[in-house]
């Protein structure tokens, strides 16, 4: 995989919208639409939720297989759920495994590494631990951070712990849980990180050049599914 690009002033506008617990789709003019474990049907095009690459986090291909339209080759996104690094329209993405134990059973995840251009995400996924030191750094310069928060995720300190560590620019919360926990657990981040209050977007609009100096937290309203 090539490394990870020093910031730009300019680059490639990136959309990320969120439509609730682990599902994203990060879309920009001129390139491809990605969606991490999708909520509903997701299609390279025609109605609903479109994109060009679908990524899991949790499961394999057939115990999401009734959210994907695989039907029509010409339709169906490509689907990677395994670790590894590929490369899809000039967009790297890096699959990284998560353990977490549930029930007295080890249970696999991925956290996703996405490198657009002059711009990295990583979507920490359903990541309950914090990684090794050499794990961490092995992820090299990370501008944005989906970051798992909540019941079943990350306690807030080690949540926090993990934000000090990559030194992000913009963290986005996901909320798991019942929402007075997910305050709750919310509250307990911004107060470790010294952020009094959290910015609430619809949308997050980010480029290598309009991130701020500073970490900052970002808190995303689901958006409705497309129609």
Known sequence: ??????????????????????????????????????????????????????CLIQGEPGTVQTQLSLEDEERAPLLFWRPGEYEVAGIFMRGIPTHAASNGATRHHLAWLFHFGDLNLLHAGAMRELPAQDALESLGEVQVLLLPLGAGRLAPEDAAGLVTMLEPRSVVPVLQGAPQDAAAALAALTGALGVSEPQEEEVLRVTAGNLPQQTRVVLLQPRPLPE
Do not use: E, H
């Open 1 to 54: 995989m090539a490394p990870a690009k020093p910031l730009s002033r300019g680059g490639r506008l990136l959309d990320i919208n969120w439509y609730g617990q682990d599902c994203f789709r990060f879309s920009g003019r001129g390139q491809i639409a990605i969606v991490t474990d999708p909520c509903a049907p997701v299609q390279k095009k025609g109605r609903g939720l479109k994109a060009d690459v679908v």
